[in-house]
């Protein structure tokens, strides 16, 4: 079992940036697999980026490439969400999520853990 925290939500404007980290307790994070989805509201959840658990893959949705960066900190036990050039509609409540040794899946059917959620706003 393994609990996630979501921090680094907030309110920025367009272009700005945000941080956004997921931090794992209870099991070692480097075993895990690691998504970030977002949901807006009215919308369904959707895939932003994820990282396998070797950090040796990564996968970007096209709406977010080349503007967000994961990385893996696991010293810290942390998977981060560099977020830059930030748009009105991202917009949204980003969650993360984990499976055990996994790839860097884009479903959320493909992860068994989940966080609760930081919101990011981004005004136009």
């Known amino acids: 079992q393994v609990q996630l925290v979501e921090s680094g939500g907030g309110l920025v404007h367009t272009g700005g940036s945000l941080r956004l980290s997921c931090a794992a307790s209870?099991?070692?994070?480097?075993?895990?697999?690691v998504g970030w989805f977002r949901q807006a509201p009215g919308k369904e959840r959707e895939f932003v980026v994820a990282?396998?658990?070797?950090?040796?893959?990564?996968y970007y949705a096209d709406s977010v490439k080349g503007r967000f960066t994961i990385s893996r900190d696991n010293a810290k036990n942390t998977v981060n969400l560099q977020m830059n050039s930030l748009k009105p509609e991202d917009t949204a409540v980003y969650y993360c999520?984990?499976?055990?040794?996994?790839?860097?899946?884009?479903?959320?059917?493909?992860?068994?853990?989940w966080g609760q959620g930081t919101q990011v706003t981004v005004s136009s």
């Open positions: 999520a984990a499976t055990y040794h996994g790839g860097a899946a884009t479903t959320y059917t493909s992860y068994d853990y």
């Open positions: 209870g099991r070692t994070f480097s075993s895990y697999a």
């Open positions: 990282i396998n658990w070797r950090a040796t893959s990564t």
